[in-house]
T-cell receptor, first 116, second 112 residues
């Protein structure tokens, strides 16, 4: 079964609104989670690394004030897209690495964001 | 910079064998991953290589040559359900845990 749960799976919103995406680790603690974005026909691009209890680390070119990341507990990280615009429409995916489960990353099911 | 290259598209026949290549140039290397992704879904893990050589897992095998910056994913006895995008990803640094650099993905179409 899924070890990383992501909600919602699909969001349609009006331009200017904010959207929150949740990523939960199930039955394990994730001190670090990763947020990726994927545009159609393109690969996954790392946006930021979410660290429990501290500030997220953003990749170059990603606006930290626009993409707010909160990792308040060991099982939950949230990504909030603030004042969304049509160009923010994309597939957002979170991932986590489980200690002792080898090297693989577990991915959430993704969130398709469509901004009208 | 970080650069990972793989073919954009490939087509193969059901029951056949297909090899998807990946070349990489990254600031560091601490493992190479292959993921399968169906449209609109999250990637699922297929394989991991950190040492040179071939790793076999059922119908899927993955090969790595660190000196050449090269890997391939081999799919045998192709099935229609294998139609998907295959992503090659490199972890540049162990200290950064799960941070991966992904290639653009290879869209594989399996035809009857």
């Amino acid at each position: 079964g899924a070890v990383v749960s992501q909600h919602p799976s699909r969001v349609i919103c009006k331009s200017g609104t904010s959207v929150k995406i949740e990523c939960r680790s199930l039955d394990f603690q994730a001190t670090t989670m990763f947020w990726y974005r994927q545009f159609p026909k393109q690969s996954l691009m790392l946006m930021a690394t979410s660290n429990e209890g501290s500030k997220a680390t953003y990749e170059q070119g990603v606006e930290k004030d626009k993409f707010l990341i909160n990792h308040a507990s060991l099982t939950l990280s949230t990504l909030t897209v603030t004042s969304a615009h049509p160009e923010d429409s994309s597939f957002y995916i979170c991932s986590a690495r489980i200690q002792g489960a080898g090297e693989k990353l577990f991915f959430g099911s993704g969130t398709q964001l469509s901004v009208l | 910079g970080q650069n990972i290259d793989q073919p954009t598209e490939m087509t193969a026949t059901e029951g056949a064998i297909v090899q998807i290549n990946c070349t990489y140039q990254t600031s560091g290397f601490n493992g190479l991953f292959w993921y399968q992704q169906h449209a609109g879904e999250a990637p699922t893990f297929l394989s991991y290589n950190v040492l040179d050589g071939l790793e076999e897992k059922g119908r899927f095998s993955s090969f790595l040559s660190r000196s050449k910056g090269y890997s391939y994913l081999l799919l045998k006895e192709l099935q229609m359900k294998d139609s998907a995008s295959y992503l090659c990803a490199v972890r540049p640094s162990y200290n950064q845990g799960g941070k991966l650099i992904f290639g653009q993905g290879t869209e594989l179409s399996v035809k009857p």
